[in-house]
């Protein structure tokens, strides 16, 4: 029982026009980065809502921290960041956090303490400049969203549900805030995350568990995800512009099952029983300079869009691989 | 309970600290204060001004009566105020004589002066030129000072004894009112229509000023998604408690100190006045025992708490300012309707319109105070009226908690009144 901080089990949700999750069951093991994968619309933000408690499941089990998910008492451990950020305006931002804090029953003097520690490791109180004492509509907004992620964070809490968290943050803030979720989990804290960035879920998480249409596909420890999607994956970067001719032999479906092209580098899934070597000889035999040939597993990137991809080409069912180009915007 | 707690400081405080609310509760006592003064001012004004007796009289009437209306005239004067000058110019000259006059006016050597010829010995006009003249208190005065001394010009001409006209013609009537209810007499009459119109007034601005301060926060947690995060530490109901309680708060400590500020004020009226110049004391206090404070109090909380969670489902429901404009019309719509009524029930507060009223959910909190105020209401239409606002105030809370809790996780579209109604009927 302890050994999972989350766990889901049958957990269906109905809306009046739509079932935003069906049948889910899944298990965050305890300490780990779990990240929750899927497109737009998958029924991720139902399903951490329901996590929360600010929504009730319709049918189905969770429990949190090994206690029913409606337990008063565990709200205090959990924090949360929702995906679309905002405060109180025209508060300021240490009684913001001074409010959030006393929200998850932090004593005052506690409180006081921990925001000027995270205001200053945030740089957001300097020798010069105190942010924490002007109102939040005077700060810019990469600043609004560390003080809304320290407000996630003041109560120390056992269990961090943060959604979509990278989305709109540039990249020394999502560099902070990678650093902050592997700190936590060191310290033996349990983090979920949804995103559809597949690089940064494959950068931080330990398991991840990828949803579409409100239905689990596949989850799991990425190291066993990965390993169950073969080795038959070539990572290939060429100098310059790929010469005549790679196009044609990528386009083999003798040798190559499915490329994800990005001009430069190619992520190559060889065809069943093809070599690897012949591919090799081939390129090279057309003059392009290879700088990278490498047998790799497949990134969580090319799982996702095998699995749901595959799964949105079924007729009538084009629309709900629309998030994964999104995904694209990660890189970097 | 530490939660809700939480909740009701962080509301009450943030609006406290604004300055919109410093403004609000300082402008009331101003208000008041000049309620006071301008009425008695403008009484003391009743009793016309410095100016009515710095008049040349032209006399064009060979009667002499220019003397006798000066005299009149400054029967009623004010002290230290200049007598009025009395010039006896025969007809033909009047034109020339007014010429100067006018001069003398425009030099300030006089407020105005008037002419008194043949026909305003008929009885048929009077003029006047000045520049008191659009003063219709001092224009009043002339006329009726003018009127007496014709009248006791006639009187004498028929042979009444002019020691005796003098007391005929004076008569200075003044009209004191006084109510009486159920308890038996006390008070005047016009205070305690003053006082129940204030009542209601305040009622009436309070409930919809506080309303509109529910459903602009409630929108603002919602646009900015705070509301997601404080739904994750305390329920949707608990939220919603603590707004309506800590707007509530902030409501009741500006009408406190309203009130205060008042009193203190009510009592101090007489040194007050007396800057003024005014040494009358205008009218007295409406005797309000802590029974009837208590029942205003009572209603003040019912009718806001109703009237607060029926705007808090409109904030919750809607994602804009705009939106939210057009979702509240109905609200306003029954708040106006009733602003509407408390003229008409202020003249006749026994009469079905004000009993209706008085039961209605929408209308009872304002109506049914103003008639405490107004006077003795039997008990049991006090009763109907209060297990009438208490029940529907508590149908109002039920339901829009249950649209809050929905509407604040829903963005896009505005809900259809069936869409929310369903809401409603979700169990959870």
């Given at each position: 029982m302890a050994d999972y901080t989350v766990e889901i089990e049958n957990v269906s949700k109905r809306y009046a026009?739509?079932?935003?999750?069906?049948?889910?069951?899944?298990?965050?093991?305890?300490?780990?980065?779990?990240?929750?994968?899927?497109?737009?619309?998958?029924?991720?933000?139902?399903?951490i809502r329901m996590i929360l408690n600010i929504i009730a499941p319709d049918e189905g089990t969770i429990r949190i921290l090994g206690a029913p998910f409606n337990d008063p008492r565990i709200t205090d451990r959990i924090g949360y960041l929702p995906e679309e950020r905002g405060l109180y305006r025209k508060m300021q931002v240490r009684r913001i956090l001074r409010f959030l804090a006393e929200l998850k029953s932090v004593p005052r003097a506690t409180a006081d303490k921990r925001i000027t520690e995270w205001l200053e490791r945030f740089d957001l109180k300097t020798p010069e400049k105190d942010w924490g004492l002007a109102k939040i509509d005077e700060l810019s907004r990469g600043m609004q969203q560390k003080v809304q992620f320290i407000g996630t964070l003041l109560h120390d809490p056992d269990l961090v549900i943060l959604d979509e968290p990278f989305s709109g943050l540039d990249p020394i803030n999502a560099q902070a805030l990678k650093d902050t979720i592997v700190e936590l989990k060191r310290r033996g804290k349990t983090v979920i995350f949804s995103t559809h960035v597949m690089d940064n879920a494959e950068r931080i998480c330990d398991s991840v568990c990828i949803i579409a249409r409100g239905e689990k596909v596949l989850d799991g420890s990425l190291a066993a995800i990965k390993a169950s999607h073969g080795s038959r994956n070539v990572a290939l970067s060429l100098e310059g512009s790929p010469a005549n001719g790679v196009a044609e032999i990528l386009a083999d479906s003798r040798l190559v099952n499915r490329v994800d092209d990005s001009n430069r580098y190619f992520e190559v899934e060889m065809a069943e029983g093809a070599n690897p070597q012949e591919l090799l000889h081939r390129i090279v035999a057309t003059g392009a300079i290879v700088q990278r040939f490498e047998l790799v597993q497949p990134s969580l990137h090319q799982i996702f869009l095998e699995r749901v991809g595959a799964r949105s080409r079924s007729p009538g069912e084009e629309a709900w691989a629309e998030g994964v180009e999104i995904g694209m915007t990660g890189h970097g | 309970m530490g939660k809700l707690w939480t909740i009701i400081k962080r509301e009450y405080l943030e609006r406290v600290r604004t300055r919109w609310f410093v403004i609000a509760t300082v402008f009331g006592p101003v208000f008041f204060g000049s309620l006071i003064v301008i009425p008695a001012?403008?009484?003391?004004?009743?009793?016309?001004?410095?100016?009515?007796?710095?008049?040349i009289i032209l006399d064009a009437t060979s009667a002499g009566i220019g003397k006798k209306v000066a005299d009149a005239m400054s029967v009623?004067?004010?002290?230290?105020?200049?007598?009025p000058i009395v010039r006896v110019v025969p007809p033909a000259q009047l034109s020339q004589a007014e010429s100067t006059a006018t001069h003398q006016v425009m030099r300030k050597q006089a407020s105005g002066y008037v002419i008194l010829d043949d026909q305003t010995l008929k009885g048929e006009q009077l003029r006047y030129a000045g520049r008191n003249a659009t003063s219709i208190s001092d224009m009043e005065q002339l006329r009726a000072t003018v009127r007496e001394t014709l009248l006791a010009e006639r009187l004498e001409e028929v042979g009444v004894k002019s020691a005796k006209v003098k007391e005929m013609t004076f008569m200075p009537l003044r009209l004191n009112t006084e109510r009486i209810s159920d308890k038996g007499r006390?008070?005047?009459?016009?205070?305690?229509?003053?006082?129940?119109?204030?009542?209601?007034?305040?009622?009436?601005?309070?409930?919809?000023?506080?309303?509109?301060?529910?459903?602009?926060?409630?929108?603002?947690?919602?646009?900015?998604?705070?509301?997601?995060?404080?739904?994750?530490?305390?329920?949707?109901?608990?939220?919603?408690?603590g707004k309506v309680l800590g707007v509530g708060a902030v409501g009741l400590t500006q009408q406190i100190i309203w009130v205060v500020t008042s009193v203190i004020m009510f009592k101090l009226r007489a040194p007050l006045l007396a800057r003024f110049g005014v040494n009358t004391l205008p009218f007295q206090m409406p005797d309000i025992s802590v029974g009837l404070g208590l029942l205003l109090l009572l209603f003040f909380l019912l009718g806001f708490t109703f009237y607060a969670s029926l705007y808090a489902a409109v904030g919750s429901s809607v994602n804009t300012e705009?939106?939210?404009?057009?979702?509240?019309?109905?609200?306003?719509?029954?708040?106006?309707?009733?602003?509407?009524?408390?003229?008409?029930?202020?003249?006749?507060?026994?009469?079905?319109?004000?009993?209706?009223?008085?039961?209605?959910?929408?209308?009872?909190?304002?109506?049914?105070?103003?008639r405490l105020a107004l006077g003795s209401v039997p008990w049991w239409e006090l009763a109907a009226s209060l297990v009438a606002l208490a029940l529907s105030c508590f149908v109002a809370v039920w339901i829009a908690a249950r649209i809050y809790r929905v509407g604040l996780l829903m963005y896009g579209k505005r809900p259809t009144l069936k869409e929310m109604g369903r809401w409603v009927r979700y169990s959870h």
């Open positions: 026009e739509h079932v935003a999750v069906k049948h889910l069951t899944l298990r965050v093991p305890k300490g780990s980065a779990y990240g929750l994968l899927g497109p737009n619309g998958a029924g991720k933000t139902t399903t | 001012y403008m009484a003391k004004r009743g009793k016309a001004s410095t100016e009515f007796t710095n008049t009623r004067r004010e002290p230290g105020s200049i007598a006390g008070g005047s009459g016009t205070v305690s229509i003053i006082f129940a119109g204030v009542v209601g007034f305040l009622l009436y601005v309070s409930i919809i000023l506080y309303g509109q301060n529910v459903l602009r926060g409630v929108l603002e947690e919602k646009t900015t998604r705070v509301a997601e995060v404080v739904v994750s530490s305390v329920s949707s109901e608990t939220l919603l408690a705009q939106e939210a404009q057009q979702a509240v019309q109905p609200l306003l719509i029954m708040l106006v309707a009733t602003a509407v009524f408390i003229n008409p029930i202020l003249m006749n507060p026994t009469g079905r319109t004000a009993l209706v009223m008085s039961v209605l959910p929408f209308s009872a909190p304002i109506i049914m105070p103003l």
